[in-house]
């Protein structure tokens, strides 16, 4: 089923990298299933010359297992029930264990596919340029309005252009100030706001839930989708954004970027939370998301929540199209 769909990974490729081929062989294949002889008989093939000595081959083999293995009990016990893959008793077989509908399902599979769009060392067939236009646009912004909802446990505003609806960003910030932000926003954009401002490079903004308002702080959310996240902090656009649409600045700021990819290394990791204030990779993203979607029970009010089907369309959306393209 992978054939024309995914790389051989390398032989030296990280544990991440090697369960997210098996993610991805799970994603594609008719039962939803991957099973680790692919992937160990596939590293196999890398080498140059076959081993002298089986004895060896068979402990790589087992070293290859506890990697992945690990890594995947990484993955499950940082996203708990937003992690759709289960790992069988043996270890040998990697299902992918909810359906495509599924929420769960669909923000890890979007942040898993987001992150191998480009430069992937596995992915061949990537999504093409009208489902990645549909992703940064549309469908990650739901994603990552619902995540900074669920980071926050309170309401959250959808800011990133384009919207799904014709407000102004001005509208779109008066219903923040109505939810209980404590942030009151102009009547016009400032005198030094760029004509026809849409965003103002601020993508979400979430408080935690008070009696009444002001909340002791806001968040301001970056959605980076891009490999260039690194450099796409959100209080870099803060003071302007501020100036530009709000009358009242009273409030207490702090910052997060989301992105799709699965940092691995622990010191870039460190230094860009420090750098970004709060950095939510694929193993943080789609759990708070989650527990976002489940806000609206508790009787509080975000935005995006009824958008969740988006995510799904384009997942099978490039599912079927990837596909129609191994068998074409």
């Not at 596939?42 to 990697?67: G, H, I, M």
């Not at 016990?77 to 495509?100: C, H, K, S, V």
């Not at 646009?137 to 014709?166: C, D, I, M, W």
């Amino acid at each position: 089923m992978t054939v024309g769909l995914l790389d051989t990974p390398a032989i030296n490729a990280g544990a991440d990298i090697l369960v997210d081929w098996l993610e991805l062989a799970a994603f594609f294949d008719e039962y939803r299933r991957a099973r680790m002889d692919d992937l160990a008989g596939s590293d196999r093939t890398q080498q140059e010359a076959p081993p002298d000595n089986f004895e060896d081959e068979d402990l790589e083999d087992d070293r290859l297992r506890v990697d992945i293995e690990n890594e995947v009990r990484l993955r499950q016990a940082a996203l708990q029930d937003a992690y759709p893959f289960e790992l069988d008793d043996t270890g040998e077989e990697l299902t992918l264990a909810r359906p495509l509908d599924d929420p769960s399902t669909a923000f890890y599979l979007l942040c898993l596919i987001a992150s191998h769009i480009t430069k992937s060392p596995i992915l061949l067939a990537p999504p093409d340029a009208a489902l990645v236009t549909r992703m940064r646009n549309r469908v990650f912004q739901v994603l990552g309005t619902l995540a900074v909802a669920g980071l926050v446990h309170g309401p959250a505003v959808s800011v990133g252009y384009p919207r799904e609806t014709k407000e102004t960003i001005l509208e779109v910030l008066s219903r923040a100030e109505r939810w209980g932000s404590g942030l009151i926003p102009r009547d016009k954009p400032g005198r030094h706001a760029a004509p026809k401002a849409k965003d103002g490079g601020i993508d979400v903004i979430g408080w935690p839930r008070r009696d009444r308002p002001p909340p002791p702080w806001v968040m301001f959310g970056q959605l980076a989708s891009g490999l260039n996240w690194v450099d796409k902090p959100a209080d870099l656009e803060f003071t302007t954004f501020m100036d530009d649409f709000f009358d009242q600045q009273g409030c207490q700021p702090t910052f997060t970027t989301l992105i799709p990819y699965r940092v691995i290394d622990q010191l870039l990791f460190v230094r860009e939370s420090k750098r970004h204030k709060s950095l939510c990779d694929r193993t943080q993203a789609p759990l708070h998301a989650l527990r976002g979607l489940g806000l609206p029970a508790e009787g509080i009010e975000l935005d995006e929540v009824g958008n969740v089907g988006q995510i799904v369309d384009w997942i099978q959306d490039y599912r079927q199209a990837a596909l129609q393209s191994r068998v074409a």
